[in-house]
């Protein structure tokens, strides 16, 4: 399936890259306006001192990290929430009867590296910040992780979206209210949250694994919510339970698929 992938993957690139000209003013047009998200955390310090209980740093660490799992997630499996698209052009039909997976041909489905902008901010935000903080050498190992646990996390959240239309063709805005919403709601501090939001990314929509309790391990820092210590090595079992959730929706959508107009 990785071989599928890759091969279906470079087709698109090469397809992209025909037009160099275009594809590059939207890479730096999704990097500028990625910026913009930082300019307004600037703007807010320049008001206050902190920020839900976190400096700048500690901000940008947060912001840089979730901003990272996103795009990676994106990148690689954002197509598939323009299912509802394929479904109702009949195009859908034609991936399901190719020998390849249908899931991997929707997430390779026009694979271009636009997204590269918002990608190449965070890690920009991400590099700056992490010199400024100070890391115990014994806490950076979970870096990587969180990175790598968010990527899976929004990667699912994209998949139940797309299972998600295999029932309500109009779905789209309501899954982009998990995936782009989940990303700008983890930009920030979860203690700028009311208990009851933080309660909810964290048991219902694991969102606060993405970035914000395994960050509380790097940073050092007590839970302001005071919720159990041992969530903030729970991002890997977030990702597998999440990642099998949209796995097993995905293949029920599929079951349940009867052709366009049916």
């Known amino acids: 399936m ?23 003013m939207m890479v730096v047009g999704s990097f500028v ?9 600037w703007v807010i310090f320049e008001h206050v001192g902190s920020l839900g209980g976190f400096d700048l ?10 901003g990272l799992s996103f795009a990676l997630s994106d990148i690689l499996f954002g197509n598939v929430e323009r299912l509802s698209q394929h479904i109702r052009s009949g195009t859908f039909d034609t991936m399901l009867i190719r020998p390849a997976g249908a899931f991997v041909q929707m997430a390779t489905d026009r694979f271009s590296v636009q997204r590269l902008g918002r990608l190449t901010q965070a890690a920009v935000v991400l590099a700056i910040a992490l010199p400024q903080l100070g890391l115990a050498a014994g806490r950076a190992w979970m870096i990587p992780v969180m990175i790598l646990c968010g990527t899976v996390i929004f990667a699912s959240i994209f998949t139940l979206g797309g299972a998600m239309q295999f029932l309500l063709t109009d779905a789209p805005e309501v899954a982009n209210a998990f995936t782009y919403g989940g990303s700008a709601l983890t930009q920030y501090p979860l203690s ?12 219902i929509v694991p ?8 960050a509380l391990f790097v940073l050092d820092r007590p839970d302001p919510l005071g919720l159990p210590y041992w969530l903030r090595f729970a991002a890997p079992l977030a990702a597998v339970v999440l990642s099998v959730a949209a796995a097993l929706a995905w293949r ?9 107009g049916s």
């Open 207 to 214: 969102l606060a694994f993405v970035n914000w309790q395994p």
């Open 2 to 24: 990785v071989r599928t992938y890759l091969l279906l993957a470079w087709t698109w690139l090469r397809a992209s890259a025909q037009y160099p000209g275009p594809l590059i």
């Open 57 to 66: 740093a500690e901000v940008m660490f947060l912001y840089g990290a979730a």
């Open 33 to 41: 306006v990625s910026a913009l998200d930082v300019a307004a955390i």
């Open 252 to 260: 029920a959508g599929i079951r349940r698929y009867r052709s366009t």
């Open 192 to 203: 700028v949250y009311g208990n009851e939001l933080v309660k909810g990314v964290t048991f």
